[in-house]
């Protein structure tokens, strides 16, 4: 008798269990979805401000151009990064987050870098992300 009660408060307690983690779960990708839909948001108000650029980049003299050029191309790099963040979230998958570090190294080198040794390590940092994407994932983690 003394088995067959512990046996039933053994299998409460893991049907408790498998049910907290279900709904937690279930939180979770709510969670994720609605910062998901949060970053979507906020690219597609972002991109109002690159038709604010334009403007700027035509009428802009020679000696400004490169910092407005430099500028719209940070934004349209953050608003890629926003959306591969997004992406990310949504896949859960490692090749979808080394594509948010490849952009997001990308847009330091090519942007904000000014030093010899910056661009040197960021050229770095993204041949090992390109080896890594390329040779230790496993072909069906890439899709």
Known sequence: MMA????RKLHRFH?????????SERVI?????????AIVLAVLLGVL?????LPM????STADSYRVLRDFLGQILLLVIGLEIASAL?????PAFLNVMIYGVTMKV???STQVLDLLLGALALG?????????LSPHSQE
């Open 4 to 7: 067959d009660s512990e046996t």
């Open 15 to 23: 049907h408790f269990k498998a049910w907290i983690i279900l709904q």
């Open 29 to 37: 990708f709510v969670l994720l979805a609605l910062l998901t839909a």
């Open 49 to 53: 401000d690159l038709v604010r650029y």
């Open 57 to 60: 980049i035509f009428g802009t």
């Open 90 to 94: 949504i896949k859960q998958k490692a």
């Open 110 to 112: 090519l942007l904000i």
């Open 128 to 136: 090992v992300l390109f080896l890594v994407k390329r040779y230790l």
